[in-house]
């Protein structure tokens, strides 16, 4: 590449970052700001660094960058804010992360979410849902945050209060209600609210579809797999691995079958289960 400008290096930064390659995105970041003369193209990659300081914990880059951004009065945005409060959360002692959110001039719904999510996180739940309380208008993602976080520890009751209570609950909070169910094994209740959702993707059914096969209830969770409208990848290797549990070799074989291309877990499944059924010539025929 002849010449770097903002536009590249935001692009080559986000991308490491984006991949789990904190470092190379870090280095990076370095690099590029020994090389930019205009500081206020670099929001973006700013953003992209928090997040991979976040991400290992590289807390004197993270303050370091913090501190220049401070002082060259770089305009925060609600992204901005949101990713600066998640680097705190996770690096530092919670009441650091809470000193600069109470320090922000205007408190973005973002940086409102970041300092919650931070809360329950470090499993002070509670101190996240009197900051729910106080924030001026909670966003769908405010409530997923708590309710998903009361699921995580087990208190049901106290996420299906908050959910009973949410405006429009959405897609994805009625399947992180419903896969809580499953993981503090309440099957039950996890059916009933599945039924009442107003509308369904492949993802909650295949959290549901999941959740039977794991309680052993092999027959409802194929009743659901039939009722999805679009069966992806995962939902076929649930069921596929969930036949092979159960010994049920001609169902196995025949979903694999029709999965367009198998992935490995689709293969692992269907091998595992000859190895079962002490099948080698059919094992090693796959």
Same mark, same amino acid.
């Given at each position: 590449?002849?010449?770097? @400008?903002?536009?590249?290096?935001?692009?080559?930064?986000?991308?490491?970052?984006?991949?789990?390659?904190?470092?190379?995105?870090?280095?990076?970041?370095?690099?590029?700001?020994?090389?930019?003369?205009?500081?206020?193209?670099?929001?973006?990659?700013?953003?992209?660094?928090?997040?991979?300081?976040?991400?290992? !914990?590289?807390?004197?880059?993270?303050?370091?960058?913090?501190?220049?951004?401070?002082?060259?009065?770089?305009?925060?945005?609600?992204?901005?804010?949101?990713?600066?409060?998640?680097?705190?959360?996770?690096?530092?002692?919670?009441?650091?992360?809470?000193?600069?959110?109470?320090?922000?001039?205007?408190?973005?719904?973002?940086?409102?979410?970041?300092?919650?999510?931070?809360?329950?996180?470090?499993?002070?739940?509670?101190?996240?849902?009197?900051?729910?309380?106080?924030?001026?208008?909670?966003?769908?993602?405010?409530?997923?945050?708590? +309710?998903?976080?009361?699921?995580?520890?087990?208190?049901?009751?106290?996420?299906?209060?908050?959910?009973?209570?949410?405006?429009?609950?959405?897609?994805?909070?009625?399947?992180?209600?419903?896969?809580?169910?499953?993981?503090?094994?309440?099957?039950?209740?996890?059916?009933?609210?599945?039924?009442?959702?107003?509308?369904?993707?492949?993802?909650?059914?295949?959290?549901?579809?999941?959740?039977?096969?794991?309680?052993?209830?092999?027959?409802?969770?194929?009743?659901?797999?039939?009722?999805?409208?679009?069966?992806?990848?995962?939902?076929?290797?649930?069921? +596929?691995? $969930?036949?092979?549990?159960?010994?049920?070799?001609?169902?196995?074989?025949?979903?694999?079958?029709?999965? !367009?291309?198998?992935?490995?877990?689709?293969?692992?499944?269907?091998?595992?289960?000859?190895?079962?059924? @002490?099948?080698? $010539?059919?094992?090693?025929?796959?």
């Amino acid at each position: 590449m002849a010449e770097r @400008n903002s536009v590249t290096w935001a692009v080559m930064i986000s991308g490491f970052v984006n991949d789990g390659q904190y470092e190379r995105g870090l280095t990076l970041f370095v690099d590029m700001m020994a090389c930019i003369k205009d500081f206020r193209a670099i929001k973006r990659m700013v953003i992209s660094a928090f997040n991979a300081c976040a991400g290992i !914990k590289f807390v004197n880059l993270g303050m370091a960058i913090h501190g220049f951004i401070l002082k060259i009065g770089l305009d925060f945005d609600e992204i901005l804010q949101s990713s600066i409060i998640t680097f705190y959360a996770k690096c530092m002692p919670i009441e650091e992360a809470r000193v600069e959110f109470e320090k922000m001039q205007v408190q973005s719904i973002g940086s409102w979410n970041a300092i919650i999510s931070g809360y329950v996180n470090n499993n002070r739940i509670e101190e996240a849902w009197e900051l729910f309380n106080d924030m001026p208008e909670p966003d769908s993602i405010s409530w997923d945050i708590l +309710i998903n976080g009361y699921a995580k520890k087990g208190l049901m009751e106290k996420a299906i209060f908050l959910f009973e209570r949410m405006p429009e609950p959405t897609v994805i909070t009625w399947t992180s209600l419903i896969s809580g169910m499953i993981e503090n094994k309440c099957i039950d209740d996890a059916k009933r609210f599945f039924e009442r959702m107003p509308e369904r993707d492949t993802v909650s059914f295949t959290v549901m579809i999941n959740g039977l096969v794991r309680e052993g209830k092999i027959e409802e969770a194929e009743d659901f797999f039939k009722r999805m409208p679009e069966k992806n990848a995962i939902a076929y290797n649930v069921m +596929i691995d $969930g036949f092979a549990r159960h010994g049920r070799l001609v169902e196995a074989r025949k979903l694999f079958e029709e999965v !367009k291309e198998p992935d490995i877990l689709s293969w692992a499944s269907m091998i595992a289960m000859q190895v079962w059924q @002490n099948n080698l $010539g059919t094992t090693l025929a796959l």
